[in-house]
């Protein structure tokens, strides 16, 4: 009976959520007038997203350039940074780390202007690069939070006892404790990941050749249509094929997230 509740309020939560994303799938394949489905159930749509502008692959690939890229700058970034936070005592440590934090305080919008002129002065306005790593720097106190708690949460005697058998700092890291604060690392990169995936303020500021677009500003795009005409189920296929690869990331990690957050990474 007690159970009753909790299984009422999530399934509600559930659908909730999936309400929207399971709304777009079905729009997405169904018959609409001005759009290429017609008549008829099928993939009329996503044949229309294919070859919109540059196509769906260009756009999917640039993308997966910027998230992955992001994911590699926050992992490499964070990790060393929350290494040093938990195992090293250094004048201004709190401090410091108190200032990381308090970026989080910062709506970063109103740091795209400034970086768009330091991007333009060191060549990088305009390329995915220059934008995965204006997206690290968004990631990096919060990132940086969780793989210091990761790393506290490691038992000290697992770090001594590699160094008395003649590990150094380096290889220590890389062999006993990077695989001990694996959760938290799988929990750093997910939502790096789809905070680069889903992101759309940043790009439409940084980014101005339409060949260089990412997915989310290609599917916005698609609403400036002629005439006001908005081809609402290309729109909705575009949502679908951004939402899949978050869904399918979600899913498959879900279990190291959860143990990201819950347990400080500690392994078992």
Not at 198 to 219: E, M, Q
Not at 237 to 263: D, K, N
Request: hydrophobic share 55%; proline share 5%; glycine share 8%.
């Amino acid at each position: 009976m007690l159970r009753t509740p909790k299984f009422v309020l999530t399934g509600g939560l559930a659908l909730l959520f999936l309400f929207p994303l399971a709304w777009a799938s079905v729009a997405s394949v169904s018959p609409q007038a001005g759009t290429r489905q017609i008549d008829g159930w099928g993939f009329g749509n996503y044949t229309t997203l294919a070859h919109y502008q540059a196509g769906i692959g260009q756009y999917l690939l640039n993308s997966a350039a910027v998230s992955l890229m992001t994911v590699a700058f926050t992992l490499a970034v964070s990790l060393l940074g929350g290494y040093a936070f938990a195992n090293f005592t250094f004048p201004g440590k709190n401090v410091l780390f108190l200032v990381t934090l308090a970026i989080l305080m910062v709506p970063y919008a109103t740091l795209l202007i400034p970086l768009y002129v330091l991007l333009n002065q060191i060549g990088l306005q305009n390329s995915l690069i220059g934008l995965s790593l204006v997206l690290t720097m968004f990631q990096l106190p919060f990132a940086t939070f969780l793989m210091r708690i990761s790393f506290e949460a490691v038992p000290k005697d697992l770090a001594e006892s590699a160094q008395v058998d003649g590990a150094g700092t380096f290889r220590t890291l890389w062999h006993v404790l990077v695989p001990a604060v694996k959760p938290g690392l799988i929990t750093v990169g997910l939502f790096a990941f789809l905070a680069a995936w889903n992101d759309f303020i940043t790009p439409l500021v940084l980014i101005s050749d339409s060949t260089k677009l990412p997915l989310p500003l290609a599917v916005a795009n698609m609403r400036q249509q002629v005439m006001g005409i908005v081809d609402y189920g290309a729109t909705e296929a575009g949502v679908v094929v951004l939402a899949l690869p978050c869904i399918v990331l979600f899913l498959a990690l879900q279990r190291h997230y959860v143990r990201g957050f819950m347990s400080g990474a500690l392994k078992g």
